[in-house]
């Protein structure tokens, strides 16, 4: 009997080391693999996991990838004071935001997320809110901020957001909406898109409803406010 029970004791117990070795291995190579995109997507066009998806279910994707030189600096400013006004002073991560919205009833269903923070989710993670992903979210974009700095971060921001049913980047938005390139956006054109970002699916920089009006002029006062703390992505 003795031996009985300290055959299947031993049976379990590798079962258990095996399983733990497989985590390891598992998190070893993902680790691994995350490195290797990181230092890929530094120098490459860069998908979004929407865009993925919609490859994959034979959607159509429409994007025009363009360098960040070829995109104007009203957008980029305009993405900055609308989405992450201290984006030139954190690492990845507004820890001041962050902090404030996790002392909130509402936790993470409001805000926090940086621009580093939406690149990771949108490059690497999946749409929708949880805490799972935002606790993903928040060390991607340490990495983010550590392997590709503001400019790279900035730059691939801009070229996979959303605006629109299948389309993504601001050179397909600035062609479909003004019909011109992303580097001749005039201040009230990219506010307007940059109000847009919220709710892309819904609101047409083109013909702007009252609600993108209001958000456009928020946008532009906010750039107003940004002095050189809206320049540390623009190129040089």
Same mark, same amino acid.
């Given at each position: 009997m003795a031996s009985v029970m300290a055959e299947r004791g031993g049976t379990g117990g590798g079962l258990l080391g095996w399983l733990i070795g497989w985590c390891f291995r598992l998190a070893f190579w993902l680790v691994l693999a995350l490195a290797l995109?990181?230092?890929?997507?530094?120098?490459v066009p860069v998908p979004s996991t929407l865009m993925l998806g919609r490859w994959l279910t034979l959607r159509p994707v429409e994007r025009d990838w363009v360098p960040l030189e070829r995109i104007s600096p009203n957008l980029i400013r305009a993405v900055i004071a609308s989405e992450d006004q201290r984006f030139?002073?954190?690492?990845?991560?507004d820890w001041i935001e962050l902090n404030a919205v996790m002392a909130d009833d509402d936790g993470p269903s409001r805000g926090a997320s940086t621009l580093t923070m939406q690149t990771a989710k *949108? =490059?690497?993670? !999946?749409?929708?809110?949880?805490?799972l992903r935002k606790g993903l979210e928040i060390p991607l974009a340490m990495a983010l901020d550590l392997a590709w700095?503001?400019?790279?971060?900035?730059e691939?921001?801009? *070229? =996979?957001?959303? !605006?629109?049913?299948?389309?993504?980047?601001?050179?397909?938005?600035?062609q479909r909406y003004f019909r011109k390139s992303a580097a001749r956006l005039t201040v009230a054109e990219a506010a307007r898109l940059a109000g847009?970002?919220?709710?892309p699916r819904l609101r047409n920089p083109a013909?702007?409803?009252?609600?993108?009006?209001?958000?456009?002029?928020?946008?532009?006062?906010?750039?107003?406010?940004?002095?050189?703390l809206g320049d540390c992505a623009?190129?040089?």
């Open positions: 995109a990181l230092a890929l997507y530094r120098f030139c002073r954190h690492r990845g991560v *949108n =490059v690497f993670l !999946w749409p929708g809110r949880s805490y700095g503001k400019p790279r971060v900035v691939v921001y801009l *070229n =996979v957001a959303e !605006w629109g049913e299948g389309l993504f980047g601001a050179e397909a938005a600035a847009a970002l919220p709710n013909r702007p409803s009252r609600a993108l009006q209001s958000a456009a002029g928020r946008v532009q006062r906010r750039m107003g406010q940004l002095g050189p623009l190129p040089g």
